[in-house]
């Protein structure tokens, strides 16, 4: 019998792909026979390195990095529902005591005794679900203080056009009729005049964002609470706050202690905070917390038994792992207040300093420099004869995800790129973006592809 029916065993074949089968696997259909573990998991591990490098992904401020222990205690924790909590009475106190944690982070009033979490707020997959379960509440509050009468009005949403399109999804999805605020070349945030010329009495609220996905800035809170607080002295509408912040709710509070954003104005009546960005868990974990029990309408909580208790849920999504909770809670602990406050004050100096290079550069306007929260915004000065989007696609040769994108309504015309400075992004890690970013303008200001690559935009919002 010739050797070609006696092929080697698949665990002594010398080439590497001797040991896997020379089949393509079926993309679109479950494939007829089982595969050995370990091939699936080969198959499926070489395919990902085709993905770029998060740690490189400058564009997204979801965490990625942690510690290991906290992996491990994500991975030990898989399996278990956090919807569950009579099953599982540990995890559903440890998210509790997170939501507790939050809410005592942004001062709310009631909020934790030596003995019991009384914080009024959930644990979310994120931000996203944490803002429909705050647009909602909003809603149902001003439906109750207008009476019978709703039906034939039509609430509306006060906010900036520089807002996350998870608010855009919560107008139409709830028939909210959304009112956007322009922005203006130079000011990419929301003014007081601008609230006070949109509201009236169908307004269910105003959205103010602490760190904006587009520059990173916080928007005037204080100052928007103020003119509200007059206006309704003055007899006009009562319009209350909702805070988003998503991106600089665990910056803030460590970097700008003093500045007033939070429940310490009246106005401010719920905030959500996206813990898989600087709350520095792996995606996805969020939270929204209410000023106090009397803004969060009781009809929109469900209770249930059929696991076992009784529990009430106000959620959009039923079950899901209980891991990120518990990675949440091992941030907490781990770090404190200290510790944050420690991996924050980091994190700016390491964006102000690569701020401090693009400005001192000939090449770039600096928009925001890190300061407000670790993110940096610029575009490029004059005609140099290539784009923001040139530049970007040049940065991908060496594996940097630097987003460029357009500006909201009312700035259209400006082109931005943006950088996100995150755990895991060290100094010696700008400082080879710095190199690599001279590099990339070098062969451009050669090349000149005069907005070649403007029709490309993956990093959209």
């Known amino acids: 019998m010739s050797r070609r029916h006696h092929p080697r065993p698949p665990h002594i074949a010398p080439a590497y792909t001797g040991r896997l089968s020379t089949d393509p696997v079926p993309a679109l259909r479950l494939p007829g026979e089982s595969m050995d573990p370990q091939a699936a998991y080969r198959y499926i591990h070489d395919e990902l390195m085709l993905d770029g490098s998060s740690r490189l992904n400058l564009a997204t401020f979801v965490t990625t990095w942690m510690d290991p222990e906290a992996e491990k205690l ?9 919807i569950d909590k009579d099953e599982y009475p540990a995890t559903a106190a440890i998210e509790a005591r997170c939501v507790a944690m ?10 934790v005794d030596d003995d019991a979490a009384t914080a009024v707020g959930v ?12 647009g909602l509440a909003l809603k149902w509050r001003w439906r109750a ?6 039906k034939g009005r039509t609430p509306n949403l006060v906010m900036g056009s520089n807002v996350q399109v998870v608010w ?22 929301i003014t007081p005049e601008q609230v006070l010329d949109a509201v009236d009495e169908d307004t269910i609220g105003v959205v103010g964002i602490l760190g904006t996905t587009f ?24 319009v209350p706050v909702h805070v988003d912040a998503a991106s600089g709710g665990f910056v803030v509070p460590f970097l700008h202690p003093d500045l007033q ?3 310490r104005l009246p106005r401010v009546v719920s905030i959500n905070v996206s813990g898989h960005k600087y709350g520095l868990t792996y995606p996805g974990i969020g939270f929204v917390v209410w000023r106090s029990a009397e803004h969060l309408p009781e009809e929109l909580v469900f209770r249930v038994n059929y696991l076992g208790g009784d ?21 907490f602990l781990r770090l404190g207040r200290a510790g944050y406050s420690q991996v924050m004050h980091c994190l700016s100096e390491t964006a102000r300093w690569f701020g401090d290079q693009l400005r001192d550069s000939e090449h770039f306007e600096l928009i925001t420099d890190g300061s407000a929260i670790p993110v940096v915004s610029f575009r490029l000065k004059g005609d140099p004869g290539y784009t923001e989007f040139d530049v970007s696609q040049a940065l991908r040769a060496s594996g940097w995800q630097v987003p460029a994108y357009t500006m909201p309504e009312g700035a259209e015309d400006v082109t931005v790129l943006r950088v996100v400075v995150r755990e895991g992004f060290s100094a010696d890690l700008a400082r080879a973006l710095r190199d690599d970013t001279i590099t990339a303008l070098e062969h451009l200001d050669q090349l000149k592809p005069g907005g070649h690559f403007d029709t490309v935009q993956p990093f959209a919002h």
């Open 145 to 150: 203080k207008v009476g019978d009468g709703w």
């Open 261 to 263: 954003w939070d429940f």
């Open 168 to 189: 855009e999804k919560f107008t139409r999805y709830f028939d909210v009729e959304p009112r956007y605020l322009p922005m203006a070349e130079g000011r990419y945030v």
């Open 102 to 111: 939050v809410a005592d982070l942004f001062h709310a009033e009631d909020l």
């Open 123 to 134: 644990s979310t997959i994120g931000s996203s679900e944490a803002v429909m379960l705050a």
């Open 311 to 331: 529990m009430p849920t106000f959620t959009l999504n039923f079950s899901r792992p209980g891991n990120q909770v518990i990675g949440q809670y091992y941030n």
């Open 74 to 82: 994500m991975a030990e924790t898989f399996d278990k529902n956090m």
């Open 215 to 238: 520059t990173g800035e916080l928007e005037p809170i204080a100052e928007i609470c103020a003119a509200l607080d007059k206006l309704a002295a003055d007899g006009g509408v009562d």
